[in-house]
C-alpha cells in the first residue's frame, strides 16, 4: 500500500525541497519546450506577411503535420516515465535502455510517417480547404516536410530519454540553437531564395535533422557510459508499442478537436482560418510554456514512485498544480495587455487583424485552467496512469465535437464565427479535461 511504503521512506517531505526540484526541471525545460512553438511562431510570422491565402495555407499544411507529429507524443510521453522509474529504482542501466529503445521507435514510426505524408500531400489539404491556391500552398509545404519527420519523432523521443534522466538543460541548449538555426534558414528560402511557404518547410526540416543528429550523439554517449545497448531490440520495441497504444488513443482524442477547430474554420472563410491559425499558434506557445511544469512532474512522479516515496508524489502534485495555475494566471494577464496588439505580430492583412482581437481575450481568460490541466496531465503521464487518460480523455474531446458542429451549423462568419469557433475549444474542451482530471486526481488508485 502507499502509505506504508511510504513511511518507511519519506514521512516528511519538505516544500521547499520539492519546490527547488521542480524549478530546477521547469525552468530549462519552459526554453526547450518554447523553442518547439517558436518553431511555428516565426514561421507563421515570416509566411503572414506574403498575404492571407499563404498563412492559411500553412495554417492547414501545419496542422495535418501537427496532428501526425502529435499523435506520436506519446514517444515522449512513455519514455520519460520509464526512464525516470528505473532511475528512481537504481537501474540507471536500463533507464538508458529505455531511451534508447524509445529513440529506434521513434525513427521507425518517423519514417513510415514521411512516407505517407509524401504520397497524400496533393489530396490532404482538401480535407480542410476548398480554396485552390490554398490547397496548393499547403501541398508544397507538405512534401517538403516529409523529409523532416523522422528527425522530428527522433528528437521528441530523445527529449524523453533526457527528462527521464532529469535532465531538462541539454535540451534547452540543442532546442534553443535549433530554433536560431530554423528561423535563420527559413528567412533565407522564404525571402532570399523566394520560395514563400516551400522556403518554411525546407528551413523547418534542415533544423529538425540538426537535432536529431546532436540527440543521437548524447544517446550514444550516454549508453557506452552506462554499458547499455544500443541496438533496436524487438523485444523492448514491442513492450514500448504495448506501452504507447493507449498514450496513441489520448493523442488521437486531443488531435481529433484541434483539426475540428481547423475544419470549421475552414468553413467559414480564408480570413476567419488564417485567424485560427493565428489563436492556434499563440495557443501552443502558451501550451508549451505551461507544459514545463509538466514536464517536471512527469520526471519527478515517475522517479519518486520508482523509488516508492508516495508521500513525496502526492505533495509535488499539489506543488505542481498550484504553480501552474499561477503562471496560468500570469500569462492570463499578459495576453489581456495585449490582445489588441498581438495580432499585427502575425499578419498586415486587414481582414484577419479585425477577427484576432477578441479570440485573444477568450485566450487570456482561459489560461488558468490551461494551467490546471496540463499540470495533472503531467502528473498522471508520469504515473503511468495511461489507461484512465486514454479512455475518460475522449470525453471532452466528444462533447467539444458536438459544440464545434453546433457552431458549424449555424453557418456564422466573421468575428462571431472565429469567437465561438474559439470558445468552444479553450472554455468547452480545456474545462471538461479539467473536470476528469480533478476527479482522478483526488484518488490514490494512480499511484499504485
Known amino acids: 500500500m502507499p502509505n506504508t511504503s511510504d513511511r518507511e521512506r519519506s514521512d516528511a517531505p519538505d516544500p521547499r525541497a520539492i519546490d527547488r526540484r521542480i524549478f530546477a526541471l521547469a525552468i530549462p525545460a519552459l526554453g526547450a519546450l518554447v523553442a518547439e512553438p517558436l518553431f511555428l511562431l516565426a514561421d507563421t510570422a515570416m509566411v503572414g506577411h506574403l498575404g492571407a491565402e499563404a498563412l492559411a495555407a500553412l495554417g492547414v499544411a501545419s496542422t495535418i503535420l501537427q496532428t501526425l507529429v502529435g499523435l506520436c507524443v506519446f514517444l515522449a510521453y512513455t519514455t520519460t516515465p520509464r526512464v525516470a522509474r528505473r532511475l528512481g529504482a537504481g537501474d540507471a542501466r536500463g533507464a ?96 532570399g531564395f523566394g520560395l ?49 497504444s493507449l498514450m496513441l488513443l489520448r493523442s488521437v482524442s486531443l488531435r481529433a478537436v ?42 519527478m512522479i515517475g522517479h519518486d514512485l520508482g523509488a516508492g516515496a508516495f508521500a513525496t508524489v502526492r505533495l509535488t502534485t499539489k506543488r505542481v498544480v498550484r504553480w501552474s495555475m ?48 496540463f499540470a495533472l496531465d503531467g502528473v498522471l503521464i508520469g504515473a503511468g496512469d495511461v489507461r484512465y487518460l486514454a479512455f475518460w480523455g475522449t470525453i471532452p474531446a466528444l462533447v467539444t465535437l458536438a459544440a464545434l458542429a453546433a457552431v458549424a451549423s449555424a453557418h456564422l462568419a466573421g468575428v462571431a464565427a ?15 479535461r479539467g473536470v476528469v482530471l480533478g476527479l482522478r486526481a483526488r484518488s490514490d488508485v494512480w499511484m499504485q
Open 96 to 191: 538508458v535502455r529505455a531511451g534508447v529503445e524509445g529513440m529506434w521507435l521513434g525513427l521507425g514510426v518517423g519514417v513510415l510517417l514521411g512516407i505517407l505524408t509524401a504520397v497524400t500531400s496533393s489530396p490532404a489539404p482538401f480535407l480542410l480547404t476548398s480554396d485552390p491556391v490554398v490547397a496548393s500552398l499547403a501541398r508544397n509545404y507538405l512534401a517538403a516536410s516529409a523529409v523532416g519527420l523522422p528527425a522530428m519523432l527522433l528528437v521528441i523521443a530523445a527529449a524523453g530519454l533526457l527528462r527521464g534522466l532529469q535532465d531538462t538543460k541539454t535540451p534547452l541548449v540543442v532546442a534553443g540553437l535549433g530554433f536560431l538555426a530554423n528561423a535563420a534558414l527559413n528567412a533565407v528560402f522564404i525571402y
Open 196 to 244: 514563400g511557404v516551400l522556403g518554411s518547410a525546407i528551413g523547418t526540416a534542415i533544423a529538425q535533422w540538426a537535432m536529431a543528429l546532436v540527440y543521437v550523439v548524447i544517446a550514444v554517449r550516454a549508453a557506452r557510459r552506462e554499458g547499455a545497448s544500443l541496438t533496436p531490440g524487438v523485444g523492448g520495441v514491442r513492450r514500448a508499442l504495448v506501452d504507447s
Open 258 to 299: 484541434l483539426v475540428a477547430v481547423v475544419l470549421v474554420g475552414g468553413l467559414a472563410g480564408v480570413a476567419e482560418l488564417a485567424a485560427l491559425q493565428v489563436l492556434l499558434t499563440t495557443f501552443s506557445l502558451l501550451a508549451f510554456a505551461l507544459d514545463a511544469l509538466a514536464i517536471a512532474a512527469q520526471s
Open 326 to 373: 499561477l503562471a496560468g494566471i500570469l500569462c492570463g494577464v499578459v495576453g489581456l495587455a495585449l490582445a489588441n496588439f498581438a495580432g499585427g505580430i502575425f499578419t498586415s492583412d486587414a481582414r484577419v487583424l479585425e477577427l484576432l482581437p477578441l479570440g485573444f481575450v477568450v485566450l487570456a481568460i482561459s489560461a488558468p485552467i490551461a494551467g490546471f490541466v
Open 418 to 432: 472565429v469567437t465561438w469557433i474559439w470558445l468552444g475549444f479553450t472554455v468547452v474542451f480545456l474545462g471538461a
